[in-house]
């Protein structure tokens, strides 16, 4: 049996129970294989759609790596089939991991009231990101405030696809013209969107960004500002933004780690 195997059957499971994606983390996915993942899952390649071993696992239960957030420590898999080589199609096929069935599922009774909960907000335009002579990304202006922002990449290479990338922050001005102009070592994420930024506009391509400072919520019906001050406001607003271009598909969403 393989170190992955266990994988295999988890995902298999979720398909059984009609799941179109399976969203776990780093640790809990040690848990199923029975051991930690090795150090080089902190790299995005680790998570490619290739013939290794690891994505053999998951590919052999019909599943692909749609989205991986190195910074969150999480994947998220989807139902589907996507990379590898025709090589290598037999080697899955013939992969020994027993298909179990599906338990059944628990009859549960309501507790409390229902979580109904509506986020509205509005991108505002924060110019073009631009590289300056010394080829560090330069944002313009920004307020200290917290909020999201989006780049949206474009016009690289022709016939591909916009990208956008999503966050959020406690400091629009430090996170981008901080962090992501002068990262620091330990900083991964920071210095990924750096080399992004710079190899992307380096190549004649284009980076607009847009802003949100203010977040409208619906709570059970009534409507109230969202405080983007705090985390969980933040995060809140991201993930819808985040679903919505997913939902949209105008644009390959980077934020995968």
């Not at 993930?239 to 949209?248: E, S």
């Amino acid at each position: 049996m393989g170190r992955y195997d266990p994988l295999t059957a988890y995902l298999r499971v979720a398909e059984d129970r009609g799941q179109a994606t399976v969203e776990l983390g780093f640790d809990q996915i040690g848990e199923i294989i029975g051991s930690s993942l090795p150090a080089s899952s902190d790299q995005r390649q680790w998570w490619a759609n290739s013939s290794h071993s690891q994505a053999l696992a998951w590919r052999a239960a019909g599943f692909h790596v749609e989205q991986v957030y190195l910074d969150r420590q999480r994947v998220r898999f989807a139902r589907g089939t996507r990379g590898g080589s025709y090589a290598d199609r037999g080697r899955i096929a013939t992969s020994p991991v027993p298909h179990r069935p599906a338990p059944p599922l628990v009859d549960r009774q309501p507790v409390g009231a229902a979580v109904d909960v509506r986020v509205r907000l509005w991108w505002l335009d924060a110019g073009m990101i631009t590289l300056d002579p010394g080829g560090k990304p330069t944002f313009g202006g920004l307020d200290e405030a917290p909020g999201l922002y989006r780049m949206t990449l474009t016009g690289a290479v022709a016939d591909i696809r916009p990208q956008v990338y999503i966050g959020e922050t406690d400091s629009l001005r430090r996170r981008l013209s901080v962090n992501y102009r002068n990262p620091g070592v330990g900083q991964q994420t920071s210095l990924r969107i750096n080399a992004l930024l710079r190899a992307h506009l380096a190549a004649g391509g284009r980076v607009d960004l847009a802003l949100a400072t203010t977040a409208t919520l619906w709570l059970d019906g009534v409507e109230r500002p969202l405080d983007l001050t705090r985390k969980a406001g933040r995060l809140l607003a991201e993930n819808a933004a985040l679903v919505l271009a997913q939902v949209t598909d105008d644009a390959d969403i980077v934020n995968l780690g």
